[in-house]
């Protein structure tokens, strides 16, 4: 079996489970922005707008910023900037860049941007909130939201208990930075995760999504990585269930378009979506639909 690259881009997998779950998201952070917000309404995401904006802002792989456009119970629009920091040490001048951003979007679409920020760095003293920028006869005062994810080790029972994908995430993500230097102890979280959400009745689609980021963060040696697929694919068997990816993700490391076309068809008999099953195999969703239609067909006596 090849070994698994090292992943450093490590905004990818939060900005992939932020556009999907977005309302749940500053639900579970923001609880009073989210009270405010008409969720009836769809969301606007707003990338391509923000790319032109704050070019500066896809430089590196520290951050995952998100402009969304919502529409608040009053009936009027607003926009909301979620900035996500990964990076592992402060950084002096990030009140001050959350700042022109905001004055960037205002200048753009003439709306007073509510910008939140989540740290997910491991310092507990770096708790950026505001600036302040000061002239002879002038001072601009700004601040914003901030929740740093440090905090909610003191509310481990809460995240258990929550049912907001984002209360796993931030475990996943706590768990991955605790167990830096014990990859056995990260096995067992990365499973024990897993585990909890088919255990909570979690739909089929909140455990994909949160599967592709607990194996994006929770990166694991190759040997412990095939135990740890061992192990979920006995608890799949003992259950008898089969959600999503799970042992099919493991075969298809290795796997030819033969192979990959003869998981899709488990897949399809699980009634998983066809997007979800173009995800995971590499396969067009063309080639899965013309699959589809050949299982329907009536086999010839």
């Known amino acids: 079996m090849p070994k698994r690259k090292k992943r450093g881009d490590n905004d990818t997998p939060w900005k992939k489970i932020l556009r999907q779950y977005f309302p749940q998201a500053i639900e579970f952070f923001f609880p009073l922005v989210a009270e405010k917000i008409d969720w009836s309404k769809p ?17 590196g792989k520290r951050y995952a910023d998100k402009l969304v456009k919502v529409w608040l119970k009053d009936g009027r629009s607003t926009y909301l900037l979620l900035h996500v920091e ?35 760095d491991p310092n507990s003293a770096w708790r950026p909130q505001g600036c302040v920028l000061e002239s002879p006869a002038t001072r601009l005062a700004f601040e914003f939201g901030q929740v740093k994810l440090l905090d909610y080790r003191e509310r481990w029972e809460a995240l258990e208990q929550s049912k907001n994908l984002f209360a796993p995430v931030v475990m996943a993500h706590l768990k991955t930075q605790e167990t830096k230097r014990s990859p056995k102890q990260r096995k067992e979280w990365k499973f024990g995760l897993m585990r909890r959400l088919y255990e909570q009745g979690w739909s089929q689609q909140e455990i994909f999504y949160f599967y592709e980021f607990v ?39 290795e796997a030819d378009e033969q192979a990959r076309l003869e998981i899709a068809q488990a897949m399809l008999n699980e009634g998983m979506p066809l997007e979800n099953i173009a995800k995971l195999t590499k396969l067009s969703v063309d080639r899965i639909q013309q699959l589809q239609a050949s299982l329907s067909q009536p086999s010839e006596s």
């Open 215 to 253: 194996d994006w963060v929770m990166i694991l040696p190759e040997a412990l990585e095939t135990q740890f697929w061992q192990e979920l694919k006995q608890f799949e068997e003992t259950r008898k269930m089969r959600y999503i990816t799970n042992a099919e993700r493991f075969a298809l490391r």
């Open 43 to 59: 969301c606007e995401f707003l990338d391509k707008e923000f790319q032109k904006i704050a070019p500066d802002a896809e430089q």
């Open 86 to 120: 990964i990076q592992a040490q402060k950084e002096e001048e990030f009140a001050l860049r959350m700042l022109i951003y905001n004055i960037r979007i205002f200048d753009h679409f003439g709306s007073f941007a509510t910008s939140l920020a989540i740290l997910c």
